[in-house]
């Protein structure tokens, strides 16, 4: 799961800056990220503003199955569908971030060697490890 951290922590700013309180289950997937980011925002919020849950797959299907005012998911299209299904059941508004096929759309107008720059820094950003790196490129 790629950027554990900006992914937790910019839904939050923007809810927190709306006057939102937040709940924030963190992925299985990043057992000490989560424990530092809870001990952390623990440290500043007290846990009616905001709330970190940590623990496995059953923890994440009972945390999706809460009536939210609005639930946002990043992960797999797999999961995404059971965390849907399961705000559904609430009328629970769902944003997900399923990650996917980025292209990369090089225009005519582009000098080859800059496109080719500009593309090779977006796939090689975080070691490739982003939902948004180039996947093709389609070229004229």
Partial sequence: WNYPL????????????????VM????ESTPATG??????LARIFP?????????E????????????????????TSVGKHVMRAAAENLTPVTLEL???????VSDSVPMKDAAERIAFGKSLNAGQTCVAPDYVLVP
């Fill in 6 to 21: 900006f992914l937790s922590i910019g839904p939050l700013t923007g809810a927190l800056a709306a006057g939102n309180r």
């Fill in 24 to 27: 924030i289950k963190m992925s």
């Fill in 35 to 40: 424990r530092l980011l809870k001990d952390l």
């Fill in 47 to 55: 846990e009616d503003q905001v709330a970190v849950v940590l623990g």
């Fill in 57 to 76: 797959v059953d923890v994440g299907v009972a945390f999706s199955k809460l009536p939210f005012d609005h639930l946002l998911f990043t992960g797999a």
């Fill in 99 to 105: 990650g996917g096929k980025s292209p990369a759309i």
